[in-house]
């Protein structure tokens, strides 16, 4: 089982039963989504996934107050998130009445609007939306633990918790600022010269920055005197 898994179950079983299992399911496929999403800089499909967080998540705190969540397309967050609004005081938690539902707008609104306020004239704002909205999920689900916990799992245990399921995965090959690194372990010198090469086709790449690219991974994984003879004529001449 993998890490990720084992803190989706885990999250789940402090989510279930206080919120109705079936919402619960749902909203953790969405947020697993626009997780995925977001670190593939996909950011309008982030965006997306995160309005189906959302509903999931607004139907949950529906039905924990004892409402019944419209179907299909008779769903609307406005009516949602007014109906939670009129429950009375004291019957509910104020998170579930209130706060969460008011983070869920903010999220809303930017997954309902993507696209609908972009000027070509101006910066893209997909990836600084996408961003806002993980942030604002990611709050959310922790309070949804803490609500359900009733303190049992205070708010650093259980931000931690949610953390570690948008911790950065990073690529195989990056490129930043110009020079390529490498994410893969037990790769030779030629293995790391072929894949530069390759990942830069069909630029160029000049004999100095190549070696630069390779030397680096060599003397960060293993010292001088444990590399062969032929990945010692990588390394730069001093």
């Known amino acids: ?22 919402h619960v399911t749902s909203l953790f496929k969405h947020f697993s989504k626009l997780v995925e999403e977001l670190q593939q800089e996909e950011w309008a499909d982030a965006i997306a996934a995160s309005g189906k967080f959302i509903e999931a998540v607004l139907k949950a705190l529906f039905v924990q107050v004892g409402k019944t969540p419209p179907a299909g397309r008779g769903f609307k967050a ?8 009129q429950v009375p005081d004291g019957t509910a938690h104020d998170s579930v009445r209130l706060t969460i539902p008011r983070a ?3 999220v809303y609104d930017i997954a309902s609007n993507r696209g609908g306020r972009h000027d070509p004239d101006e910066i893209d704002p997909n990836q600084m939306d996408a961003n806002a909205a993980v942030m ?5 689900l922790a309070e949804m633990i803490r609500v359900a916990q009733k303190g049992a799992v205070d708010t ?13 995965r990073y690529p195989l090959i990056e490129d930043v600022d110009g020079r390529v690194y490498f994410h893969i372990k037990g790769k030779s010198a030629v293995d790391a010269a072929l894949l530069a090469l390759a990942y830069r086709y069909p630029r160029r790449m000049s004999k100095d920055e190549l070696v630069a690219t390779v030397s680096g991974p060599l003397r960060a994984n293993r010292t001088e005197d444990e590399l062969s003879s032929s990945e010692q004529t990588w390394l730069p001449q001093m």
């Open 1 to 22: 089982m993998s890490g990720k898994s084992h803190h989706l179950q885990e999250i789940e079983a402090l989510l279930v039963p206080h919120f109705a299992k079936r």
């Open 78 to 85: 406005d009516f949602i998130i007014n109906g939670l609004a």
């Open 104 to 106: 869920c707008r903010f």
């Open 136 to 140: 604002n999920c990611s709050w959310i």
């Open 156 to 168: 650093n245990e259980a931000k931690a918790l949610v953390d570690a399921l948008v911790e950065k």
